[in-house]
């Protein structure tokens, strides 16, 4: 299957700073990416769904001011988390969608920890 | 509203088979995917089904029914390392994957 890369793995940052998470397809074009949370022993939680070369669209609950997306191109999306606290630590995972039959690919996630 | 059903805990014994159960109603259907996921790592793809029936890939199976709205996955000759949680997603009208919450899967001795 298609090989999508996250970078960092784990990030350890102190509160009022902040973060951001590269996310790369490797051997495919993903014109849509998504960004999910996932909190200890809960199911994942789509945040937003960027689109190369345009705006996220974020959930309902999910501020987009705080958690900045950009999909300048059709192998790299970004999310930083700005002015991070220890309530936005958690496993950021992001996916890319592939045209057929649009399956997701994961990449391995970022454990992020807020001190 | 869009919602996806699976049990969230089952326990089988190493060498069995399990069954996975996930009933959904979502606005539109473009196919439904399996994923694992062991602790603390992303989920990874095992299965996709769009058309009625069974799909069997090694040990794992997986069966659609679009009219019932209910798939199952088929764990046979179960080891350790299937330990993981699976999870059932429903790709909508919109080719959005609605999730659900996953079933934790116990395999004991």
């Known amino acids: 299957g298609a090989v999508v890369s996250q970078h960092p793995s784990r990030v350890i940052c102190k509160s009022g700073t902040s973060v951001k998470i590269e996310c790369r397809s490797l051997?495919?074009?993903?014109?849509?990416m998504f960004w999910y949370r996932q909190f200890p022993k809960k199911s994942l939680m789509l945040m937003a769904t960027?689109?190369?070369?345009?705006?996220?669209?974020?959930e309902q609950g999910v501020e987009k001011d705080k958690f900045l997306i950009n999909h300048a191109s059709l192998t790299l999306s970004t999310l930083t988390v700005t002015s991070a606290h220890p309530e936005d630590s958690s496993f950021y995972i992001c996916?890319?969608?592939?045209?057929?039959?649009?399956?997701?690919?994961f990449g391995p996630g970022t454990r992020l920890t807020v001190t | 509203g869009q919602n996806i059903d699976q049990p969230t805990e089952m326990t089988a014994t190493e060498g069995a088979i399990v069954q996975i159960n996930c009933t959904y109603q979502?606005?539109?259907?473009?196919?439904l995917f399996w994923y694992q996921q062991h602790a603390g790592e992303a989920p990874t793809f095992l299965s996709y089904?769009?058309l009625d029936g069974l799909e069997e890939k090694g040990r794992f199976s997986s069966f659609l029914s679009r009219s019932k709205g209910y798939s199952y996955l088929l764990l046979k000759e179960l080891q350790m390392k299937d330990s993981a949680s699976y999870l059932c997603?429903?790709?909508?009208?919109?080719?959005?994957?609605?999730w659900g919450a996953g079933t934790k899967l116990i395999i004991k001795p």
């Open positions: 996916s890319a969608r592939d045209l057929e039959p649009y399956e997701q690919y």
């Open positions: 051997d495919f074009q993903a014109t849509t």
């Open positions: 960027s689109n190369e070369g345009s705006k996220a669209t974020y």
């Open positions: 979502t606005s539109g259907f473009n196919g």
């Open positions: 089904n769009v």
């Open positions: 997603a429903v790709s909508d009208s919109n080719y959005q994957l609605i």
